[in-house]
């Protein structure tokens, strides 16, 4: 990295509860400088964190400047882009523009956005090779709960065989709710939607494309299976009723929608009550296969603002520490 | 108990009455039989397979019969039915398919469904059933699982699947 050793400049590209959350705890790091915030509508140059939060919040625009994100990414000196804006899993559009030239220009990109790595795996990979660069995602695979990085890092010894998980807090929250209250699944989506947690059109979650997409990326990444959306045979939880639920329970299983990593599947699974993987509510958990350590089973808070801007404080800190 | 049975019989019209009436004499279920037509004995005799579940302690009356009826028994066997699974199945599931099925799964012979449970909320709105499969092994269970798949396909119905037990595909717990 060309700057100097003591300072890591960031931008942060996509301003919503990811890149508030981003910009929140990185007041918070005294090595760490932001210097461009992207949103859909422009760019705040050399911000003041606080007041550009309280902008935000206040629902005014960000923009001091007239440049665009992208003129950030090209033109503006820093180390590393967090790619924070919408996924987008026809085309990964516009994060994918957004990493490939970050990574052409020798930053470093840190993202929680599944559509590049969806879209691009092997490119964005190879690309960040090419140019020396790193391209960290420990954030598009279960929010705060640690994955990718621990298997990358902590786990470097052993081989991984298979990854299963429960990787979509809004599927869980819905069917934990169904099992637990004895409630219809329409009835639990809109609580659901009312409560921020799933969407106003939910098919993303509840047909398992989000899953599919994690599954995707950790398949890409530790199997190289350069594998695209259209390899993943996914089954959502649209169509699982509340009597099929308690009749699961009354045999001692919950039902959870669980991504295969091996398989390339996504699909509703009877998990035993007492399994490691019948996680409750919005969590998220993963249990690795591995040849040597055996079965590894996490599971952590898979989404929200300040837990997955954690995952990306830990992507951009693990950067600095490569760095010195 | 589940129990195969390899026998041999005259190769004359009507001679597997000897085999059945006995087994149905004594309470015995029949799941299913097979000719050995091409593998004729030197003896003029067509060995014969028959899978059938009984009560264990009557098994060497059964034996007795069946030799005072002519019918040499070359082995006999049993099968325990060591793996187990259960599946749950969503969608509009209508008894007469429901029978079908397992009859479809007890008719293979290594295989069968032991419990089942059905929930019928709404007349028009789908309903849920949950089933145990018993098989003799984890392939012949992975099998069975395998027949339930396509009728649900068929059938369109949703089927949920136990996760795999690590080191045992097929969803399978062995159990003695
Ligand atoms: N939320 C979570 O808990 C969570 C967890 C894991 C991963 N993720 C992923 O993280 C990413 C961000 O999620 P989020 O919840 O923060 O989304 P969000 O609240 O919808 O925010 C997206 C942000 O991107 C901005 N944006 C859209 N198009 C842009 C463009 N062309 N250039 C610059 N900025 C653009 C939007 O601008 P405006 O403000 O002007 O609309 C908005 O600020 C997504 O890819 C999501 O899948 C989210």
Do not use: W
């Amino acid at each position: 990295m060309r700057n100097s050793q003591s300072l890591l400049t960031i931008s942060i590209i996509g301003f919503g509860a990811v890149g508030q959350g981003v910009a929140t705890i990185v007041q918070n790091v005294p090595r760490i400088k932001v210097v461009a915030i992207a949103d859909s509508k422009g760019v705040a140059l050399m911000p003041d964190l606080k007041d550009v939060l309280a902008r935000k919040r206040g629902g005014q625009p960000i923009a001091n400047s007239n440049l665009t994100a992208l003129d950030v990414i090209r033109t503006v000196d820093h180390d590393v882009v967090v790619e924070v804006t919408p996924t987008n899993i026809h085309g990964g559009e516009p994060g994918l523009t957004h990493v490939r030239e970050a990574l052409k220009n020798k930053r470093c990109v840190v993202t929680s956005n599944k559509g590049p790595l969806v879209a691009a795996f092997d490119e964005l990979t190879q690309l960040a090779h090419t140019n020396g660069v790193a391209l960290r995602y420990e954030a598009t695979v279960g929010g705060a709960m640690p994955i990718v990085n621990l298997i990358r890092d902590t786990l470097a010894g052993a081989r991984v065989l298979d990854i299963r998980g429960v990787l979509n807090g809004t599927c869980n929250y819905i069917l934990t709710r169904m099992a637990e209250e004895a409630l219809d699944y329409d009835q639990v989506l809109s609580e659901a939607q009312d409560m921020g947690i799933a969407e106003a059109d939910p098919t993303y979650d509840v047909a398992g494309i989000d899953t599919a997409c994690k599954v995707i990326i950790l398949a890409n990444a530790f199997f190289g299976r350069n594998a695209t959306f259209a390899d993943v045979d996914v089954t959502g939880i649209d169509r699982i009723t509340q009597d099929a639920l308690q009749l699961a329970r009354q045999r001692g299983f919950a039902v959870k929608l669980v991504g295969d990593v091996q398989e390339l599947a996504v699909s509703p699974k009877l998990i035993p009550i007492g399994h490691p993987l019948n996680v409750s509510g919005t969590l998220n958990a993963a249990s690795i296969l591995t040849d040597t350590a055996g079965e590894i089973t996490v599971a952590g808070k898979g989404a929200g603002s300040i837990e997955t801007a954690s995952a990306i404080l830990s992507d951009i800190l693990s950067l600095m520490r490569d760095r010195s | 108990m589940r129990i195969s049975m390899d026998l041999e019989l005259q190769d004359t019209p009507g001679q597997l009455k000897h085999v059945l009436t006995p087994i149905s004499d004594l309470g015995g279920n029949i799941a299913s039989i097979v000719h050995h037509h091409d593998k004729k004995t030197f003896r003029n005799t067509v060995p014969v397979s028959v899978i059938f579940d009984i009560e264990e302690q009557t098994l060497e009356e059964l034996q007795d019969g069946l030799e005072q009826n002519g019918v040499t028994v070359v082995r006999i066997g049993k099968m325990r039915l060591r793996a187990r699974t259960h599946i749950l199945l969503i969608g509009h599931i209508i008894h007469t398919d429901l029978r079908d099925t397992i009859d479809e799964i007890d008719g293979t012979g290594f295989a069968e469904v032991q419990d089942l449970s059905l929930s019928m909320p709404a007349i028009d709105g789908p309903s849920s059933a949950i089933i145990t499969i018993m098989a003799t092994g984890d392939e012949e269970l992975k099998k069975s699982i395998g027949i339930l798949r396509q009728i649900a396909e068929r059938k369109d119905l949703l089927i949920i699947e136990p996760l795999d037990e690590r080191g045992s595909p097929g969803g399978v717990s062995n159990e003695e």
